[in-house]
């Protein structure tokens, strides 16, 4: 089963993507684990791929995708696999598409988690992180028993400014941007499968089971 995985920053995709591949023995592949990993390694394309980062520019595609195919050639994708955070535009999707075509393969379902604007900013602006420790909060459902103390060490718990409503706000703005064409894109074809994550991640997960189920998947 060869899945993408698509949803805003704050959607709950990588916890639905851990949970998917937890249950059905796939591969979690995420693009920043894979520059992470090529970088530390000192591969040829980590090296290419640094000398971008390391000027502020943006990483080709070309590279990416080759970096991409690197890890889907390796063994714990043989049962299949979830890519997260790529593609994350259009060239990236068709680019996808006939670098798998090359191997008769191709992608089997997009995972679209659909999630209110609202929801993000109030699950997003309410995490709070131990300086110390690095252990996660959330004010609204997992507050300190102290305010602004860790639990566990003690440390300070600060909001990161990642998670600030005005880049939030930010973020969700450029998915969208680079987003829409994406979905439509995979809705053309066929393979959006959706799940709504305004309530919680159990039904969103049924939702996403119940599509995969009807295109024969699980």
Do not use: W
């Amino acid at each position: 089963m060869k899945l993408i995985i698509l949803g805003a920053p704050g959607s709950g995709k990588g916890t639905t993507a851990g949970v998917l591949r937890e249950k059905y023995s796939l591969a979690h592949i995420s693009t920043g684990d894979i520059f992470r990993a090529n970088i530390k390694g000192g591969t040829p394309l980590g090296i290419e791929a640094k000398s971008y980062i390391d000027k502020g520019e943006l990483v080709p595609d070309s590279l990416t995708i080759s970096m991409v195919k690197d890890r889907l050639a390796e063994d714990d994708c043989k049962n299949g696999y979830i890519l997260d955070g790529f593609p994350r535009t259009l060239a990236q999707a068709r680019a996808l598409d006939d670098m798998l075509k090359e191997g008769g393969e191709s992608i089997d379902a997009v995972l679209s988690i659909e999630i209110e604007d609202d929801v993000i900013k109030q699950r997003v602006s309410g995490r709070r992180v131990c300086a110390k420790c690095g252990l996660s909060y959330n004010v609204d459902y997992k507050p300190t028993k102290v305010p602004g103390v860790c639990d566990d060490c003690g440390g300070e718990v600060y909001q990161r400014d990642d998670d600030k409503p005005e880049t939030v706000d930010a973020r969700l703005k450029t998915y969208y941007a680079n987003t829409s064409p994406l979905v439509e894109y995979y809705e053309n074809k066929g393979l959006i499968v959706s799940g709504n994550n305004n309530v919680n991640s159990k039904i969103c997960l049924e939702e996403l089971e119940a599509g995969l189920k009807a295109k024969g998947l699980i």
